[in-house]
């Protein structure tokens, strides 16, 4: 396509912003990570490089207690949304059919309504049917957000695939289940492992529709967080924080990867 | 007339349908039941008298909540001009706009330069810049506490090169609104990236051809091919600012207000569920006229051009 | 001859180290004013990378080459004259058409009533007249190309650049396309550079055109004695069909398999040597003739008859005249070749 060499194509200018961009974008998480490890407990000196502060927060019997909650609420979120997200895929992929229209809205609502305006949303419709603020209404809500970030994946992983191969295990005698299991599933349980990690991460990293709709003892991990920014700045927060942080980071490289490995072999 | 027999073809196409919306229909109406008639429920919410500790007297209905946007009842009863939230709608608006704008100019050039590398190296750079995208946003913005605060990392760094006393940096609208450009950078990024991506570069080959140099060829060739991922980075950016709560909670001063902490207040100190559920219907309003004009613009584009 | 283009030792080597290749190799030619130039070869020989070397997109490892005199050595493609007709057209989506010829000139700060006054000779010299406000899209495949004409000869170029610009049309419509370059190029008075695969459109439209392979020119020269007097197998090989002949020189004769053929006198006894000889110079007889051969296939062609013999020759006999006899498959026949349509070949092998 275009020739590196070519002097043509360099915009000036655009290097030195790239590098402001990548600093912008990455120093703030380098400081609060290095600083989970500093000795001092008070400000940004560095005085020396611990583990105690991980310690801490492993023996913080409320840490360990929301990060179960946070667990036990995306691991559920993630499996009802991605086996949801995945019937409802298989079901829009291939032709086109009347109302079509409407779910594709539908999924679309979760991802371009402010957090704010579903919590608030929620949490008015929780208290006014009179259900009680759980760790259930907690992933009820989760569910309905994760679906669509399990969906887009899965979605377009089926597009990729070329139609024809339904056919060719139907020449070749496989009913169509048999051929969904042989042929379309296998062939798709990369984008179905992609959607379903980022379904998890998101369902890990929400604060504000948690924060609102969260009872008594359904606290998460980003809701405890939150509590204890709110009362000061300690080392511990950092620790907790860079814990959370490099949780995600993990999944989505892993889903990065997963995703590069598919593509690979669709390709 | 006679309706003649579905053929054969007609009815496996029926059969087909069913087993389509077999499928469809559990993720549907899980949205449908705790999103959609949430908003529902919010809606009707908004337009009821406020109960007297928090919740609502149902059956009791009033446009008060919408009124109270601008209006309020002074000690003698009338109504008189309150520009108390207003002034609120104006910073959330403002602030939101400063960090589309900033997040434009920092974001339309990165992509521009990833666009333009190697695929190899593409693929990294983005890779790059969607760990942020993915990582917990309440974590990114606590890690400006600790740059922003006293005796943090910015002000410890201009300490070693000579500058003496406080900054008072963190709680103000400055550090809003690096924070909301912080978070929602990569969500700029992306949708540009992926339309610079699509580009066919021939196109700006075909503009250096004419005569146009690279700054023409911007302006001329690649601004108005990349024009609808601009609008939707700019809308991805414009809408959750608008909304967030937490990064003006924790970065902003008690003055440095947004809609979203005015909505969580009548849930919380406040107590006036009619209020809030009005200020977030009208939030929702807003977010849906934008998308509307922006399918407007932008589908009929496409399909023109495809 | 005056020159237009003079392109010396143009070296161009992509990627670097092990895995550099040489997309050009020390190429040199002349181009001359108001000429119809074609390069022609098989894709990868470094035809479009030549041209994009001239059109400013590609910058030579070496060499250098000069326009009317002036080097074009670190000028960007927006400051050279020149203007190029994209493979795949690259008209703007977003711009009308008339938009898209304009294009140049505005940015070139023409004055208004100026651009309109070409983009509207412009369309009437494509034929495009009254489809200026339409998009590209709207537009079929050879009225896009059109338009890419025109866009581009709309800044009258000094040269006009086309990257296999006729390949994405259709058959009828590239033939038609053939003429309107041509008459297009007359009339326009623009050294008019051709890249391409097709040794037909080469053929028919080209003043000179040179031929390459992997990144040299093999040979340059005005279609007739491209065609009459390939130097080369490659040459003889890439363009028309070809019927190629060895042995060994003998009496001013070439002693070969199936007999001897007449050849210029100038080529030294003894020494081995192969000749082109195009099948539709062969003659079939019953009787006689240089060479004694067997038909192994006839395959009818319409206006012609191909005879495919033993000994990997081919002949083509039309088929206009019933006074040409027909052979029958098997039968044993014998080939004249005239002396003037035998043209020796200087890789011997």
Redo the contacts between chains.
């Keep these: 396509m275009t020739?590196s060499?070519?002097p043509?194509w360099r915009f000036p200018g655009l290097q030195a912003i790239i590098w402001f961009f990548f600093a912008f974008l990455y120093v703030p998480i380098f400081v609060l990570v290095a600083l989970s490890f500093n000795k001092n407990d008070a400000a940004t000196l560095w005085t020396g490089f611990t583990f105690d502060w991980y310690r801490v927060v492993l023996e913080n019997d409320n840490i360990v207690r929301a990060a179960q909650n946070s667990l036990i609420v995306a691991l559920s979120a993630t499996a009802v949304s991605t086996v949801l997200a995945t019937a409802a895929a298989l079901g829009m992929a291939g032709r086109r059919f009347k109302g079509q229209n409407v779910f594709n809205a539908l999924v679309g609502l979760p991802l371009l309504v402010p957090e704010i305006v579903t919590a608030v949303a929620s949490l008015l419709f929780f208290l006014s049917l009179g259900i009680p603020l759980s760790l259930v209404t907690v992933i009820i809500a989760h569910i309905v957000f994760c679906t669509p970030f399990a969906y887009l994946p899965i979605r377009a992983r089926l597009e990729g695939l070329d139609p024809r191969i339904n056919e060719a295990a139907a020449d070749l005698y496989s009913s169509p289940l048999r051929a969904f299991w042989r042929v379309t599933l296998p062939l798709l349980l990369p984008g179905i492992l992609s959607g379903a990690m980022l379904a998890f991460i998101i369902s890990l990293d929400d604060f504000v529709i948690t924060f609102f709709v969260a009872g008594a003892g359904a606290t998460t991990l980003p809701v405890y967080i939150f509590g204890m920014i709110r009362i000061g700045i300690t080392p511990e927060v950092n620790a907790v924080s860079s814990l959370l942080l490099l949780l995600s980071i993990a999944v989505v490289t892993l889903s990065y990867f997963l995703g590069q490995r598919g593509a690979a072999h669709s390709s | 007339m006679t309706r003649a027999a579905p053929t054969v073809k007609q009815r496996l196409e029926r059969i087909d349908l069913l087993g389509r919306w077999g499928l469809i229909l559990p993720a549907a109406l899980m949205i449908f039941s705790f999103m959609a008639l949430p908003m529902l429920v919010m809606a009707l919410i908004s337009i009821l008298e406020p109960g007297n500790f928090g919740g609502v007297k149902w059956g009791a209905y009033s446009g008060d909540a919408y009124q109270k946007f601008i209006l309020e009842r002074d000690l003698s009863d009338h109504l008189v001009v309150n520009t108390d939230y207003l002034s609120i709608f104006s910073r959330s608006f403002s602030l939101s706009a400063v960090t589309t704008v900033l997040t434009l100019l920092l974001g339309f050039p990165s992509a521009l330069y990833i666009a333009l590398q190697p695929p190899k190296r593409r693929q990294i750079l983005m890779f790059l810049v969607s760990i942020p995208f993915w990582t917990n946003l309440l974590v990114r913005t606590y890690s400006w506490i600790l740059l922003l605060r006293n005796g943090g990392l910015i002000q410890s760094g201009l300490e070693v090169i000579g500058f003496r006393g406080s900054l008072n940096l963190l709680y103000t609208d400055f550090a809003v609104q690096v924070g909301l450009v912080y978070s929602f950078l990569p969500f700029m990024v992306l949708p540009i990236y992926t339309s610079l991506e699509k580009l066919?570069w021939?196109?700006v080959?075909?503009?250096?051809?004419?005569?146009?140099?690279r700054w023409?060829?911007l302006r001329?060739?690649i601004l108005?091919?990349a024009a609808p991922g601009i609008a939707s980075g700019c809308i991805l950016v414009f809408i959750p600012a608008l909304g967030s709560y937490f990064i003006p909670e924790l970065l902003g001063g008690s003055r440095a207000l947004m809609i979203g902490n005015l909505i969580q207040n009548q849930f919380g100190a406040s107590r006036n569920w009619p209020f809030g559920a009005a200020l977030s219907f009208a939030l929702l309003a807003f977010v849906l006229v934008l998308m509307l004009l922006y399918a407007l613009r932008f589908q009929r584009n496409l399909e023109?051009?495809? | 001859m005056n020159s237009s283009i003079v392109i010396s030792n143009v070296s161009v080597i992509?990627g670097g180290g092990a895995n550099a290749v040489k997309a050009l190799d020390q190429v040199s030619l002349e181009i001359a004013q108001n000429e119809f130039f074609t390069l022609l070869g098989p894709s990868g020989c470094g035809k479009t990378t030549l041209l994009?070397c001239i059109?400013?997109?590609?910058?030579p490892s070496t060499g250098s080459i000069r326009l009317d005199g002036v080097a074009l050595e670190g000028l960007?493609?927006?400051?050279r004259p020149?203007?190029?007709v994209?493979q795949?057209y690259?008209?703007?989506?977003?711009l009308t058409v008339a938009q898209n010829i304009a294009?140049?000139l505005q940015?070139?700060r023409v004055a208004k009533a100026e651009i309109e006054r070409t983009v509207g000779r412009m369309l009437e010299l494509v034929k495009l007249s009254g489809y200026g406000a339409r998009?590209p899209?709207q537009l079929s495949g050879g009225q896009q190309q059109r338009v890419a004409l025109a866009?581009?000869l709309a800044?009258s170029p000094k040269v006009l650049l086309l990257d296999e610009s006729l390949s994405a049309l259709d058959l009828k419509l590239r033939q038609d396309m053939r003429l309107e370059l041509k008459r297009l190029q007359r009339d326009t008075g623009i050294t008019f550079v051709f890249v391409t695969h097709d040794q037909d459109e080469a053929l028919t439209m080209s003043d000179r055109l040179a031929v390459m392979r992997s990144g040299q020119v093999a040979q340059i020269g005005t279609p007739s004695q491209i065609y009459d007097h390939p130097r080369s197998k490659y040459v003889a090989d890439f363009i028309g069909d070809t019927n190629f002949l060895s042995g060994i020189v003998r009496d001013n004769r070439l002693e070969t398999q199936s007999g001897f053929v007449p050849i210029p006198a100038d080529l030294p006894q003894g020494s081995k040597q192969t000749v082109a000889v195009r099948p539709e110079r062969l003659r079939l007889v019953s009787d006689g003739g240089d060479l004694r051969s067997r038909i192994t296939q006839i395959v009818y062609m319409g206006n012609e008859t191909m005879y495919h013999l033993e000994g990997d020759m081919r002949v083509r006999v039309p088929n206009n005249a019933g006074a040409t006899p027909q052979y029958a498959l098997g039968a044993e026949v014998g080939l004249v070749v005239p002396l003037s349509a035998v043209q020796p070949l200087e890789d011997a092998s």
């Design positions: 020739s060499q070519n043509l | 066919d021939r196109l080959e075909a503009a250096f051809d004419l005569g146009a140099n023409s060829a001329r060739v108005p091919l023109a051009q495809s | 992509f994009r059109a400013g997109f590609e910058i960007p493609p927006f400051k020149v203007n190029t994209f795949s690259a008209l703007f989506p977003h294009f140049g940015e070139r998009k899209a866009r581009a800044n």
